[in-house]
Each structure stands twice: as C-alpha cells, then as structure tokens.
C-alpha cells in the first residue's frame, strides 16, 4: 500500500514556542490530507481537511489561529502548533487521500510533549 | 453521517475467528462502511470496506446484512499481532469522505 510518513515521530517543546509536524505521501499525490490528534486511551478526533493550494477546512471547535496547516503541495501538508501549551501535549496524526475516495492512508503519528 | 455503535472490548484465543460487531441502524443508501485498526501507537491502518454485498480480501472478510444495519468484521484466523482498537466507520462521499472515528472496539488476542 502507499506510504505516509511523519516528521518528526516525537517532540518535545516548551511552552509558549512553536512546533511544525511535517506529513508526506511518498509515492502518490495527495489531493486531499486530514491531520488528527489523539489523547492517550481515546479515539481519533479529526482536526481540519486540507487540499492542495487551499485554506484548509477545520472542524467545530479546533482553533485556526493555533492550528496553522499548510498544503503546499500535492505531497506535502504541514501543521504547526502554535504558543504550544502544555494542553496541547497530544499525539497527531495525518492522512493522505489519493483520487480515488476510499484510498486514504495514514501516518505514524507524532508524539508532542508540551513541557 | 452515520453513527456506529461498538462493543469497547473483546477477547479473542490465538488462531480463532474474530468477529467483530458493528451497529450502524441509521446508515443511508449512499453511505460506505469502512473499517481500520489502529495498534497501540501507530497510525490507523485500512482493513477493508463495503457497501452491500459482503467483501473479502487478504486480511478479512466483511459481512454486512441485508438491511445494511449491521456488519461484522471477521478475522479468519488470528494472530497475537491482531491485537488493536478495530474501528468501523460509515462513510458518505459526498460529505467530502471524512473519516470520523468512533470508540472502536479493543480486540485482545491470547495465547
């Protein structure tokens, strides 16, 4: 299957400092990515959809000020958090669709600690 | 979109089926049923999907009853590294294809 990989796999910041998560699909164009984040022994919570050359698309609730997502390129999304607080200490993770809808591949996911 | 119900846990012995349950009584004519798993600490990883007849592929089958309320996952035959959160999910593609996940169910295979 196709590949997505993350960068970097574990961050730790202090607080009030900023932190960009990169999300690459290595052998196919992402039309469209999704980042996620995950609290420990709870489920995916979806963040924002992002296409390429546009505003990404954020859910109710998540902050686009703090969230900032960037989808430069078919291959590439990235999501920088922002004055990072100790609360957004979380594990996130990024999809990659393909044209075809149901080809949607995931990321290893990236472990922030905010301290 | 619709929701899916899930039992949180169940075991399952070494080299047995697993089936896995899933509730979707509110799912429409258009709408998918896709299912992932996720292993402790690693991204969601694709299973399998469907949309009315049952589907089978190199890692399981999908059985999805004939009112489309229900499906259930089945793994023919399994390993210890099956152990994870099973996730089902109904999918609308003209909502954009999002996929929001549920609860899941946590599957432990034993010994």
């Known amino acids: 299957g196709a590949v997505v990989s993350q960068h970097p796999s574990r961050v730790i910041c202090k607080s009030g400092t900023s932190v960009k998560i990169e999300c690459r699909s290595l052998?196919?164009?992402?039309?469209?990515m999704f980042w996620y984040r995950q609290f420990p022994k709870k489920s995916l919570m979806l963040m924002a959809t992002?296409?390429?050359?546009?505003?990404?698309?954020?859910e109710q609730g998540v902050e686009k000020d703090k969230f900032l997502i960037n989808h430069a390129s078919l291959t590439l999304s990235t999501l920088t958090v922002t004055s990072a607080h100790p609360e957004d200490s979380s594990f996130y993770i990024c999809?990659?669709?393909?044209?075809?809808?149901?080809?949607?591949?995931f990321g290893p996911g990236t472990r922030l600690t905010v301290t | 979109d619709a929701k899916t119900t899930q039992p949180p846990s169940m075991d399952c012995a070494e080299g047995r089926a697993a089936n896995l349950p899933c509730n979707h009584s509110t799912i429409s004519g258009n709408e998918y049923v896709y299912w992932y798993r996720q292993i402790h600490s690693q991204g969601p990883q694709y299973i399998i999907h469907?949309?009315?007849n049952n589907e089978t592929n190199e890692m399981a089958s999908l059985i999805i009853t004939e009112d489309r309320k229900s499906s259930t996952l089945i793994l023919p035959h399994a390993t210890l590294r099956d152990t994870a959160v099973y996730y089902c999910i109904v999918l609308t593609y003209n909502q954009g294809g999002k996929l929001i996940f549920g609860q899941g169910t946590e599957l432990s295979v034993k010994p």
């Open positions: 469907g949309l009315k």
């Open positions: 999809s990659a669709r393909t044209g075809m809808l149901y080809e949607q591949y």
């Open positions: 992002s296409n390429e050359g546009s505003k990404a698309t954020y």
């Open positions: 052998d196919f164009q992402a039309t469209t």
